[in-house]
């Protein structure tokens, strides 16, 4: 039985996607970030599908071991690093690589007694203001990292782009700069780009990339959304109508009775809401598509449901198919902009009652 409100997840185009990756940045090496359930994909099913990346990249401690125990072999980093004695211990014994940004991480390093030594990534802060050693103090730090037994040789440097996604702004050269010049003449590996450094600063490509959004098939710039890319959207979301009615001139509808019908409004009502992960900042007006056919949100989005106009599809009926956003017609670049919203936050807020399939599977 199909639920009301479902997701369907095309891993080919999470492959393709990644391929773009790759032909974007000149082959360097890819860390694919798939922190936060894989930006609301599924962590471990996204892990799995994207074997090809030389590593995978969680925020947090708790994901890399979710990771190990679904038997997933790649180089696993922890972008946040460590917050504890204890979740540094727990990174060596399991193998995994930790991002390096404060002092108390390397306080910590020197003083841990494990006999196994684990791969650094030493963070500068060129800009973001958030992790990361200063410029004036990211050379002792990596100096320190040098002579920690607990430390493998092979470091990778790296730092974070702050507004790579405006490509007017100047921050990102100087960003760029900074890095290269704050690194130069030390040893390991380097990385900069996100994905809006894929797409838009071939200065920032190095040896390491570390695309997030661009995987998933979205684009990290206003104005452009992924087609322009040709990237793949891999979250589709979806419901059916689940009520059809005639609602008179004058009435309202939903809570609040904010929306009023001008004329006589054939109304569908969409089995989804809030509770399923759709925004419910969303305006009356935002598209959504029944039958393929474009029509218009209209009242309040609650936490089951939400009705549309079905003016431009009289011929709707009970159980026909919704489209929410994920097909080239709809993106979910489009929803954002509506609800005033970036994708990542619609995308990471699908809840748990929403199961999700694989393009092939079927839900029964």
């Known amino acids: 039985m199909t639920p009301v409100a479902y997701g369907v997840l095309d891993l080919a185009a999470l492959r393709h996607n990644l391929t773009r990756v790759r032909e974007y940045s000149g082959g360097v090496r890819v860390l ?14 996204v892990a799995k599908a994207l074997e090809a990346a030389d590593a995978l990249a ?4 708790h994901e890399a071991i979710e990771l190990k125990k679904e038997g997933i072999t790649q180089r696993i980093v922890v972008l946040e690093g460590f ?37 650094v990534w030493l963070k500068l802060d060129t800009g973001m203001n958030r992790l990361g050693f200063s410029a004036c103090d990211f050379h002792q730090a990596y100096h320190h990292l040098v002579n920690c037994s607990v430390v493998k040789p092979a470091m990778v440097l790296m730092t974070h782009l702050a507004n790579a996604d405006l490509i007017d702004d100047m921050m990102t050269s100087q960003q760029i700069n900074q890095f290269n010049t704050s690194v130069n003449g030390l040893s390991g590996e380097k990385s900069i780009a996100n994905s809006a450094g894929i797409l838009a600063w071939k200065d920032s490509y190095a040896d390491w990339v570390r695309p997030g959004c661009m995987l998933f098939g979205v684009s990290p710039f206003l104005g452009k959304d992924s ?11 979806y419901s059916r109508l689940i009520a059809v009615k ?16 001008e004329r006589t409004t054939l109304m569908g ?12 900042h969303a305006p009356s007006g935002t598209p959504v598509l029944v039958n393929k056919t474009r029509v218009p949100l209209i009242g309040r989005v609650s936490m089951d449901m939400l009705t549309v106009d079905l003016a431009d599809c009289p011929e709707a009926v009970v ?24 994708p990542y936050t619609l995308l990471c807020g699908i809840t748990q009652r929403v199961q999700f399939i694989n393009n092939g599977d079927s839900l029964c």
């Open 269 to 280: 009502v969409v089995g989804v809401g809030y509770g399923d992960g759709y925004p419910r």
């Open 32 to 45: 694919a970030v798939i922190k936060a359930n894989a930006y609301g994909h599924g962590l471990i099913t």
């Open 83 to 119: 917050s504890s004695v204890e979740e540094l211990n727990v990174l060596v014994e399991n193998g995994f690589e930790a991002v390096v940004h404060n002092t108390e991480q390397l306080a910590w390093l020197e003083h841990c007694s494990q006999v196994r030594a684990i791969t």
């Open 227 to 237: 087609c322009a890319f040709n990237l793949k959207p891999v979250m589709g979301f």
């Open 319 to 342: 159980g026909d198919p919704v489209t929410l956003w994920g097909v080239e017609s709809l993106l979910v670049e489009e929803i954002a902009k509506y609800a005033n919203t970036i």
């Open 246 to 261: 005639s609602v008179q001139k004058g009435e309202a509808i939903g809570y609040g009775g904010q929306w009023r019908c």
């Open 58 to 61: 969680v925020a947090r401690v």
